[in-house]
């Protein structure tokens, strides 16, 4: 599927070369979807969804500038604190989406649709509307196209999405709070009778969904050259979803690729990266993301009905 894309938007763009540039350019724009769609699909797993991502990573993007600001740019200390700022903020986004859904036992669609809002609003007023500059330190290593050392091939910041990937696969496997996420996505109320702990399960799968925004931000931040904006990554949250069900993720639950999501946004920026070679206008390029949606959506509910069948 990867391949064929890329084929085709690259009859569209003229025959526009794919270089090892681009490999790595679409892979460095692929880790911020990439990690935020790795905690959509968690979340997807257990039968839930997740709205708020895009709304979590800006906020992140200004608690990690905010925590910057008043450190020097060879602060090496500064960066870490960044991350575990944006980490802990990200997770405690999530936890409480967590909360309302399994505590309050309101509908995760509401509860996420209304917290991307508020998150969204609560950026807008730490940062006072306005970007906050700041340096990103030796995180600027992690956004660069030619890394150093060389031998990594690819920025940093891939790296750090293959890694998550891996830690989200042993997560859902091989622990014990994985399996029960996936056996509430299958069937929620089979899963009470066997004395799942529902309520424990979804605050902490929220809560690492949110983890991995607040990573995502990170990135975000970094290649924003250390600043943190309120109005970013606005559609992140469809993008996300978009990966996961790509990669061959169920929206009913159950059902999910950790690496297939991998695939899933890496074909996302690869839709970006060949419409501009093709010189589409940006335009364009979102309205791709609708119809690729449905059409994957439309696939995996006649792969349902076969199965079924």
């Known amino acids: 599927m990867l391949v064929a894309a890329g084929a085709i938007l ?22 911020i979807v990439a990690i935020a769609a790795l905690g959509a699909t968690l979340v997807i797993a257990m039968g839930g969804l ?49 909360a309302m859904v399994a505590i309050v036992r309101l509908p995760a669609f509401i509860v996420t ?33 030619e890394p150093r050392p060389a031998w990594l091939l690819v920025a940093p910041a891939a ?12 997560f859902l496997r091989r622990t014990v709070a994985g399996r029960h996420a996936i056996a509430i996505g299958s069937n929620e109320e089979a899963a009470t009778r066997c004395g799942v702990p529902i309520a424990r399960v979804k605050v902490l799968v929220y809560a690492l969904a949110g983890l991995a925004a607040g990573v995502a931000a990170v990135i975000q931040f970094t290649r924003l050259g250390g600043s943190g904006d309120p109005t970013v990554q606005v559609g992140l949250e469809l993008k996300a979803i978009a990966a996961a069900v790509i990669g061959g993720a169920s929206l009913a639950g159950g059902r999910v690729s950790i690496v297939g999501t991998l695939c899933g946004a890496v074909l996302m920026s690869l839709l970006d990266n060949r419409c501009a070679a093709a ?3 940006s335009y364009a390029q979102e309205m791709i993301v609708g119809p690729v949606i449905i059409v994957a959506v439309a696939i995996d509910r006649w792969r349902v009905g076969r199965q079924g069948a």
């Open 113 to 145: 649709l209304g917290t991307l809002g508020f998150f969204r609003g609560l950026a807008k007023y730490v940062s006072d509307s306005s970007p906050v500059y700041s340096k990103p330190g030796w995180l600027a290593s992690w956004v660069a196209l």
């Open 279 to 281: 010189g589409l206008p």
């Open 50 to 98: 997740d709205l708020s991502v895009g709304s979590c990573v800006a906020l992140c993007t200004v608690v990690a500038a905010k925590v910057m600001l008043p450190r020097a740019a060879d602060d090496a200390a500064g960066p870490l604190l960044a991350i575990l700022a944006a980490a802990a903020t990200g997770a405690a986004c999530g936890a409480c989406n967590g």
């Open 159 to 170: 790296w750090v999405a293959i890694f998550l990937a891996v830690l989200g696969s042993f």
């Open 10 to 31: 690259a009859l569209l763009g003229g025959g526009a070369s794919f270089s090892l540039l681009d490999v790595r350019t679409v892979l460095l724009q692929s880790s």
